[in-house]
């Protein structure tokens, strides 16, 4: 009883901070020259998935490759949930119809770490350096690379568009970077008690590891990336909130690759339950999806547009009943 009180305050306490995160995210985007996307992809998304960091190396440090893995990558497949189902709320917005291309490359890079992530735990061949997987240093690499080349495209698109209008916000950006920053600590600290929690939920009530980190502990964490892509579209930020998402996909697999640093039993990527692949398989599904639908730039009528996000949703309760 005491590790579910645990898991839901926390996930109460993360849930509250990502509505702050996200207002803060979009006055940052409107009195910066940032703009909707990189704040997204580089602010909110960060921020939000900070509970995915903590609980993802707290489930290292006490050994649980299963939560570790299944929390990092399910936290992509219920991310790509919330997005789809928030696509169908705000159907007559057509969402992918009017975000900015350079979220394709986010997207790209996104489905390029889960492929070499799932690659790695159905292979299992995964070699250890520095008491780190080849896996993770492989990702780690081109997790940097990428946003950095995206960043770079990214900023001179900005430098061919008009000036950034000034935000009616009355409150300086110094407060604003500092509120911020604040709520991003609150939610970094709850991740530990979610992870930990989950972890005496696994050994007390006999659920497997690899569900509880794959649904519970994926869906709570990620409870503040919706909350704040929420409150993103409600003030009209689409690229804020489209940022988010991806970026939050792409953090998600980089916590995995922090995680393994702090894993002793060789490297994490090999170590969890096999399971896990149906996680990665379903994650590159849904991202390559999200692709395909990034690049259309019309649609006959609302039930052709909401078509794939019905699907999509589907696909989701599908991996539910898989792995259960």
Request: proline letters at 1%; charged letters at 10%; glycine letters at 8%.
């Amino acid at each position: 009883m005491l590790s579910i009180i645990i898991f839901f305050v926390t996930a109460i306490i993360s849930v509250f901070s990502a509505i702050k995160l996200s207002t803060y995210a979009d006055m940052i985007s409107k009195q910066t020259r940032l703009g909707g996307m990189l704040a997204g992809t580089l602010l909110l998304a960060v921020a939000t998935s900070l509970p995915e960091l903590t609980a993802t190396v707290s489930a290292a440090v006490i050994g649980n490759a299963d939560i570790a893995i299944g929390n990092g990558l399910g936290s992509i497949i219920f991310n790509f949930l919330v997005l789809f189902l928030l696509d169908l709320y705000f159907r007559k917005q057509r969402l992918f119809l009017r975000v900015s291309d350079n979220h394709f490359h986010t997207g790209l890079l996104s489905l390029g770490l889960v492929v070499i992530a799932g690659l790695s735990i159905y292979f299992q061949l995964d070699q250890s350096s520095f008491g780190i997987g080849l896996t993770s240093w492989i990702i780690v690499a081109v997790y940097f690379i990428g946003l950095s080349l995206i960043s770079l495209k990214q900023r001179k698109d900005k430098k061919k568009e008009a000036d950034v209008p000034e935000s009616e916000s009355s409150m300086s950006l110094g407060k604003i970077a500092a509120l911020f920053i604040f709520y991003a600590g609150i939610i970094f600290f709850s991740g530990s008690g979610l992870s930990i929690s989950g972890d005496w939920m696994a050994s007390t009530t006999g659920i497997s590891a690899t569900v509880v980190g794959s649904l519970l502990i994926a869906i709570a964490t990620s409870l503040p990336d919706a909350v704040g892509v929420y409150v993103a579209l409600r003030k009209a930020n689409i690229n804020l909130a489209i940022g988010a998402i991806l970026g939050s996909n792409l953090f998600n697999i980089f916590v995995v690759t922090v995680s393994d640093g702090f894993y002793r039993s060789g490297s994490i990527w090999i170590s969890g339950d096999s399971m896990n692949i149906w996680t990665a398989f379903v994650g590159c599904l849904l991202t390559f999806a999200v692709l395909l639908l990034l690049k259309r730039d019309k649609t006959k009528n609302a039930f052709t547009y909401s078509l794939p996000s019905l699907l999509a949703i589907f696909s989701y309760i599908l991996f539910t009943v898989i792995i259960l």
